[in-house]
């Protein structure tokens, strides 16, 4: 499909709405859980009530709206995505309270209603609640499937602890952990010293819990940092771990193929050749075992993947231009690949054939045994065509890999039952067969 015929749908438009919607929303509930708890720890926005009530106004006010426009759009579920009563009985079950209850204004309620009552701090933290969402929103954003997926899950894991630090931070002010008197500035760096140093299992003593409370609050603060701590030992040395298993696996496949080459004693030419492919395999991406990945997928999704990676290809050849998908897909799944090396004979003068050939990589020599090299074939190309298209008729040339060749296959049985399942491609490519033959003969008695 060229991009031209491509045209974006009230659908489409709908859902790219909610996409940045969602990530809007996501940025508002985590700059709140980030400033109501520090300003009602550190009392730096009452002294400009104004400001305060803006910046409380705002966020609130898009989160309360945020609300209504959830009951008007679908709900994404293990089960599928509900629409209409489905999706707002849905809603009304998982996040409606969370989402109500934190988006309203708790940070100037502690600040102006509660400034002298035990309750202001705890009551701030209410907006917490709003974090819920964002934590759905977080794992849906790590599941999404990308390349670059270990470093989301890193990046999304890094905030997250960040985030509890600075909550810690935060309480730990609260309960009068921080020597009185200093700026706000200088209150808030020696708080997030105390959380960094006991999140991280460091705790050098410096600071230290004088009452009950700042007691009570340093073991629970402990007792986080603990699990924390751990999670982030695992989850770290997973992710690396799992950056590079492919070339971990790579890396001892070659170590056992050096062992098995060593042990049977074979020529240094030919250790150089087998481990030059194996490494064209990885630089390529052809060695990652793709055939594992994708055996589990159902035959109809297998089929949509082939015709992914290889239409591009199926439409330079002349019989298969124009064809219709159904035709694709039959023929792609009969597809396979195969990889030559520099020199490798691919196809012998005089021989019988029952393959065609189409290059996705590389490079390839036509060679004629009176002429030589009369033709260079590279990415796109396709030969040996007519052994479909006409059975008794024997190779006409040599072909011969030039580099590094990455090539799909077609066989004569595929390329057969797709005829016969299809009349009308059928009667299209015997109009092509002529032509190709009539040609080749032209070709044959020049030569």
């Known amino acids: 499909m060229n991009t031209k015929d491509f045209k974006i749908t009230p659908q489409d438009a709908m859902s790219q709405f909610w996409q940045w919607w969602d990530w809007g929303i996501v940025l508002v509930a985590l700059f709140r859980s980030v400033e109501v708890p520090a300003s009602v720890a550190l009392k730096f926005l009452p002294s400009s009530a104004s400001l305060e009530f803006a910046i409380n106004l705002t966020t ?11 009951f008007l759009r679908p709900a994404q579920t293990t089960r599928g995505t509900l629409h209409g009563n489905p999706a707002r009985l849905h809603y009304l079950r998982t996040y409606f309270l969370f989402d109500l209850i934190g988006s309203l204004p708790w940070g100037f309620t502690s600040n102006h209603f509660f400034t002298q009552d035990n309750w202001s701090v705890p009551i701030s933290f209410l907006c917490l609640l709003r974090l819920a969402r964002v934590a759905a929103f977080s794992q849906n954003f790590v599941r999404k499937p990308s390349r670059f997926f270990i470093a989301r899950r890193l990046t999304v894991f890094l905030l997250w602890i960040a985030l509890v630090i600075h909550l810690l931070a935060c309480g730990w002010i609260a309960v009068g952990g921080v020597t009185h008197g200093l700026t706000p500035g200088h209150t808030y760096i020696r708080a997030l010293y105390w959380s960094v140093t006991t999140v991280s299992t460091t705790g050098f003593g410096d600071i230290t819990p004088k009452t009950e409370p700042q007691m009570i609050y340093t073991m629970l603060a402990m007792i986080l940092g603990a699990g924390l701590y751990a999670t982030v030992v695992a989850n770290v040395a997973s992710l690396i771990a799992r950056a590079d298993s492919a070339r971990a ?3 001892s496949k070659i170590e056992r193929l050096n062992t098995f080459m060593k042990y049977k ?12 492919y194996h490494e ?3 630089q390529t991406g052809l060695g990652h075992d793709h055939e ?5 997928l159902s035959p109809g999704l297998r089929r949509s993947v082939g015709v992914f990676l290889n239409r591009h290809i199926m439409e330079q050849i002349p019989m298969l231009r124009g064809a219709d998908a159904a035709v694709l897909h039959r023929l792609i799944s009969g597809v396979t690949s195969v990889v030559y090396t520099p020199g490798d004979t691919i196809l012998h003068h005089g021989e019988p054939g029952d393959t065609m050939y189409l290059i996705n990589r590389g490079e390839v020599e036509v060679v004629d045994p009176k002429q030589g090299v009369v033709a260079t074939l590279g990415g796109g190309d396709y030969f040996g065509e007519l052994a479909l298209l006409d059975p008794d008729r024997p190779r006409l040339a040599d072909v011969r890999a030039k580099t590094f060749c990455a090539l799909s296959v077609i066989d004569r049985e595929t390329f057969t039952m797709v005829l016969e399942q299809f009349p009308e491609f059928a009667a299209h490519v015997r109009k092509v067969a002529a032509t190709r033959i009539a040609e080749s003969d032209l070709r044959a008695g020049q030569i």
Do not use: H, V
Not at 265 to 276: A, D, T, V
């Open 265 to 276: 004693n074979m020529p240094e030419p030919l250790q150089k050749r087998i481990l030059g």
């Open 249 to 251: 696996a790579f890396d």
């Open 292 to 296: 594992t990945l994708l055996e589990d």
């Open 60 to 70: 609130c006010l898009l989160l309360l709206l945020d609300i209504p426009l959830r």
């Open 280 to 282: 064209y395999l990885w």
